[in-house]
């Protein structure tokens, strides 16, 4: 058997290994989560450099996400495994190389986590435009009716966002009739400084009728936030397109070299330093892939 073929079914098996011991068995992920909790309570107490402060907040971020997702386990290391097994083929079918087969694989295995970043970045800012909408109606009703119980009851079938103002009803009306408190509650189930804001213009105006034109400017506040924001995102959507058409580019190089000037295709690809700055390139786009994902995070 030459050595491609072995090379490639030492990793498939490796990478059914893993999926078999970590994406099935309930058990095992409980015992491991329990003793990372406790290794994570013993490192805790100890200093931490930048290489394990940016590990560290690789994995809460994974968290996180996996959290916020509800994905399953099972279904998320499938994805990893999937975008391991692919990026390892793609680097060994185009470069012909282990170690640039393993890079690939190995930053493959981030594939689900870009995917969720991008799902959640988007997902905020639809939520957001929806909060605000739901804001601006109970607003402008709030004018009128100087009774915010009114308005939410007036206006909860129109509204995008019906959950936090269901509850928020529910609770003044059955379980306690202090407007203040009811509105503290229903803050605390939204996550939004603007919606915080609103809230705090609303339990103020109980006492001062004069405030409530204040609600309307915090309203409208957030709207020229968000369309900020759909500014930006429709800015950094044709960023990304010319991003990822150069990174085509660059990748396509190697492949190109092979079909017009294999020499130089075997220089770069076996040779010591040919790999070596392939590698350094595959740092450089992660590197780049990151602050591009600080850069397009929702304002609100």
């Not at 893993?18 to 200093?47: N, Q, T, W």
């Not at 971020?61 to 994905?71: C, N, V």
């Not at 109980?206 to 995102?233: F, N």
């Not at 800015?235 to 990748?251: E, P, Q």
């Amino acid at each position: 058997m030459s050595a491609l073929p072995m090379t490639s079914l030492v990793f498939l098996l490796l990478c059914a290994a893993i999926y078999l011991l970590f994406g099935f068995d309930a058990d095992v992920l409980r015992r491991r989560r329990a003793k990372r909790e406790r290794k994570e309570k013993i490192h805790s107490f100890k200093p931490k450099g930048k290489l394990s402060k940016l590990i560290h907040k690789i994995v809460e971020k994974q968290r996180s996400l996996r959290s916020w997702s509800t994905m399953p386990p099972a279904i998320y290391w499938s994805f990893t495994a999937l975008c391991a097994v692919g990026g390892y083929f793609a680097g060994k079918a185009i470069y012909g190389s282990p170690l640039i087969a393993f890079a690939l694989g190995t930053i493959g295995t981030a594939g689900p986590l870009l995917y969720l970043s991008f799902r959640q970045n988007n997902i905020r800012a639809s939520e957001a435009e929806r909060l605000c909408s739901a804001m601006t109606v109970i607003s402008h009703s709030y004018l009128t009716t100087e009774d915010i119980i009114r308005s939410v009851r007036e206006n909860l079938e129109n509204l995008e966002v019906k959950a936090p103002f269901r509850d928020f009803l529910s609770y003044a009306t059955y379980m306690d009739s202090d407007v203040v408190e009811a509105l503290r509650r229903m803050e605390r189930q939204v996550k939004n400084p603007y919606f915080s804001q609103w809230i705090d213009v609303l339990c103020m105006a109980q006492q001062d009728r004069t405030l409530k034109y204040a609600c309307v400017a915090v309203t409208e506040s957030m709207h020229d936030i968000i369309s900020i924001q759909q500014e930006a995102q429709v800015a950094m959507s044709a960023v990304w397109r010319d991003y990822l058409m150069t990174l085509i580019m660059i990748f396509s190089v190697p492949v190109i070299f092979k079909v017009m000037m294999p020499d130089a295709y075997k220089v770069m690809t076996s040779s010591l330093i040919g790999q070596g700055l392939f590698v350094l390139l595959l740092g450089a786009v992660i590197f780049s892939v990151v602050k591009a994902l600080k850069i397009n995070k929702p304002v609100i």
